[in-house]
């Protein structure tokens, strides 16, 4: 009794120094759900509105009588976007927000290496510290569903298991630095064109193995802070306040605790706002002004209108002290963390960083004749053709443009790299876009050219005639209809004439090689007569250093593709079943239906199921070494639920020089009551191997990697039977298989 009352006083004395001294909200020794408590009690209603909506382009406000500061957020996803002015996009001019442009999220896949995503995650979220960012808007983990979405360079590929696993890695190390990620934009965003109009209609068992589970990591491992809502449609509710979506899955199934935050004008209902899972609301396009309001924020959905509504009694406060709770809760965890550390901007670390991310998610696509790497002990001569040798990338794109403090261009990091050891000639070969702005931000560049395409091919040509080895740099860029936001591309060819010049070349020069610069699939219809082709993606400040470090081998490719390169669009489910971009209502309302007819059948999911051959499949990507696969074995022959088997493979490096081998392991359900993939990725591992090398990769395989989405029962279903293991270097490239049992 003694005791119990001694320790009671204790706590008493403790509580009692709390009050007295720093409020509970303040005092770090306190778990921060206790403080959220203590800081919430002490708000008004109208405090608590405050902080639901947005006060600037890209800030929300705090508690400045409390001390608790504002949420400031930035793009996203590839650095840090420059600063804008207070009710505009214009810049706001400032000359110390420069920052580093990392590669896209595309390379980021293409690396497979979890490794490159932490130190992409920390080292972003390092600049985003530095320029004091309560929030960075990203990553993007949309599925890749179709070639010609204008925002696929911003996300992580067309396989579920792989986005779920390289998001995680990225929003740890953004959330080291106590900068928020918001991953984005949940859910069913896979095209851009009538983003803000278009109703999915996709079926459970879909929606749960392709579009769920790359979010679903992100909250669930990664425990990501906040999340995005996307602007479209689903159940004919706009995601951005999504009953089904934000709160029966993410709040509810997943336990979602942090902030769902609207992609900017995603909002459009206060009463759906109030309900349906969104807690803070951005970039509404509202008419405040004109309607004589002192602030158009006022005006947002989650601000005077919820305040009427609280007022009048016709909302109570439950969802209030919900939201308000959250958007505490991220402030505590990230501006109020006074432990976090300071950041840093643009430093040598950071541009190495983005060198490897470059390096190591470059893929070589085909390399016959060994025409690479470049040889300077044979090579003398060096024809650059293309824009995009000499086109700045980081500017455009939309939300995700950036200002940089450099770029290296394709054509100085070639120049840079045979410093003085070979002669490099540089001519256009095509014109394709010219221009160079987005909000302000310029490149800068004159790429004026008046010749026509033909002179321009037969001065390339000319050229190539003379030289020992033609470097094509070519691809899409980052304006309107090609990779960028609001608008889809509006054919898998290449632009601007370039196969034609390609092919000119091909004819010139045996040597040739075709370094593609995308966020997504193009059509090559060249490719049988081009002795090397490189996917070069938007690689960011070093752009041109790393494609020169694969080019001549000082670095050994070892990226792989995160999506099918099909041949034609017509191989792709969404465009063979003419499910995209959806059929407008007849109703005289603007919305659009676009039903995934494909349902799981996404990437070479549909290639295997229908026995097409990809130009370049998922998982494709060569190296200038060799590797040699030894027969999978497993631990066990069966397995019960819940069990685990391992599967092993030796791998052995029988070239001669150092290289990095993705080992990929897919599994098959032969037989099952429900149709399913000939095979899916569960599982990939980048091993390093000197010359003569061998390392066992071993992969643990759960029964959630042999299971399906029962969407009747609503959960996932093992079945039992018969299952195959195949362990590959790309989806078309087994190479040895291993059969168990589930019992
Ligand atoms: C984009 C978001 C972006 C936001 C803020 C929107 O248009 O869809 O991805 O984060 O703008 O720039």
New binding site residues.
């Given amino acids: 009794m003694k005791i119990k009352a001694f320790i009671a006083g204790l706590l008493a004395l403790a509580a009692m120094s709390a009050t007295a001294g720093t409020p509970i909200y303040l005092d770090e020794s306190q778990p921060i759900e206790k403080r959220i408590d203590d800081a919430l009690s002490r708000m008004t209603l109208e405090e608590k509105v405050k902080i639901l909506h947005a006060q600037s382009k890209?800030s929300s406000a705090g508690v400045p009588r409390l001390g608790i500061p504002e949420v400031w957020c930035t793009?996203?996803p590839h650095g840090i976007?420059p600063e804008v002015l207070w009710d505009e996009w214009d810049q706001a001019g400032w000359t110390n927000d420069s920052c580093i442009a990392y590669p896209a999220l595309t390379c980021l896949a293409a690396s497979w290496s979890k490794e490159v995503s932490g130190l992409y995650g920390k080292s972003i979220g390092e600049e985003a510290r530095y320029r004091n960012k309560t929030v960075l808007?990203?990553p993007?983990v949309n599925i890749y569903r179709t070639p010609l979405n204008g925002r696929n360079f911003e996300y992580m590929g067309e396989d579920p298991y792989l986005s779920a696993s390289m998001v995680v890695p990225y929003i740890k190390g953004v959330q080291q630095n106590g900068v928020a990620a918001c991953v984005?934009?949940f859910a069913l965003n896979n095209n851009e064109v009538n983003r803000h109009t278009t109703n999915v209609i996709v079926d459970d068992r879909t929606l749960y193995e392709i579009y769920l589970p790359a979010f679903k990591a992100a909250v669930t491992e990664a425990k990501a802070w906040t999340i995005?809502g996307a602007?479209n449609l689903y159940r004919d509710q706009h995601l951005c306040h999504n009953q089904y979506i934000l709160n029966d899955i993410l709040k509810n199934e997943w336990g979602f605790d942090g902030v769902v935050v609207s992609?900017?004008?995603g909002a459009h209902d206060t009463n759906q706002a109030i309900t349906n899972g969104l807690d803070l609301e951005?970039?509404s396009w509202t008419n405040g002004l004109k309607l004589g309001k002192k602030n158009a924020y006022d005006s947002y959905f989650l601000a005077d209108p919820y305040l009427e509504l609280l007022h009048s009694g016709k909302v109570g406060t439950k969802e209030l002290d919900d939201k308000a709770r959250r958007v505490l809760r991220l402030i505590f965890r990230t501006s109020m963390n006074r432990n976090r550390p300071f950041g840093s901007l643009c430093s040598d670390e950071h541009y190495a960083a983005a060198r490897r991310i470059g390096d190591e998610g470059i893929v070589l696509l085909k390399n016959n004749a060994s025409v690479l790497p470049i040889s300077l002990d044979k090579v003398k001569r060096i024809l650059v053709v293309g824009e995009n040798a000499i086109k700045m990338m980081t500017v455009g794109g939309?939300?995700s443009s950036l200002k940089v403090q450099r770029e290296v261009l394709p054509l100085d990091g070639i120049k840079a790299m045979v410093a003085g050891r070979a002669e490099v000639k540089y001519v256009r070969g095509y014109v394709g876009d010219i221009t160079g702005e987005y909000n302000g931000v310029t490149t800068g560049q004159d790429l004026n050219e008046s010749r026509s395409a033909e002179q321009l091919i037969a001065e390339a040509v000319d050229e190539a005639r003379k030289a020992d080895c033609v470097v094509f740099v070519g691809g899409l860029n980052k304006s309107e209809h090609q990779d960028c936001?609001?608008s889809d591309r509006t054919g898998l060819e290449l632009p601007y004439g370039q196969d034609a010049v390609i092919e000119a070349l091909a004819k010139a020069n045996p040597n040739l090689v075709v370094v593609n610069i995308s966020g997504n699939a193009v059509a090559m219809p060249w490719a049988n007569n081009v002795n090397a082709i490189v996917q070069a993606w938007y690689l960011g400040s070093e752009a041109g250093n790393s494609i020169a470090d694969v080019l001549f081998g000082a670095v050994n490719p070892s990226g792989k593709l995160p999506f099918t390169f099909p041949t034609s669009l017509n191989n792709v489910g969404a465009h063979r079943l003419d499910a995209y971009p959806g059929i407008k209502r007849t109703d005289g309302s603007q919305y659009i239906d676009l039903e995934y007819k494909e349902g799981i059948y996404v990437g070479y999911r549909w290639a295997e199921k229908n026995k097409l051959k990809p130009q370049f499949a998922f998982g494709h990507g060569l190296s200038y070494t060799t590797f040699a696969y030894g027969k999978a074995t497993a631990d066990k022959k069966t397995i019960a639920q819940g069990e685990t088997i391992t599967v092993s493979v030796p791998v052995t490096n029988t070239g001669e020089r150092e290289g990095m081998e993705v080992v990929q392991l897919y599994i098959s359900d032969p037989k099952c009551s429900v149709d399913r993939p000939v095979k899916e990725l569960k599982g990939f591992e980048k091993v390093s191997l000197k010359p003569g090398e061998t390392k066992t990769v071993t992969f643990t395989i759960g029964t959630d990697a042999l299971s399906y989405f029962d969407a009747q029962r609503h959960q996932w279903v093992a079945e039992p039977g018969q299952f195959v293991a195949h362990i590959a270097a790309a989806s078309d490239d087994v190479r040895s298989s291993v059969k168990f049992e589930l019992k």
Avoid: A, P
């Fill in positions: 890209f793009d996203g976007r808007l990203g993007g984005k934009h995005m602007y992609d900017w004008g951005y970039g939309g939300s936001e609001d």
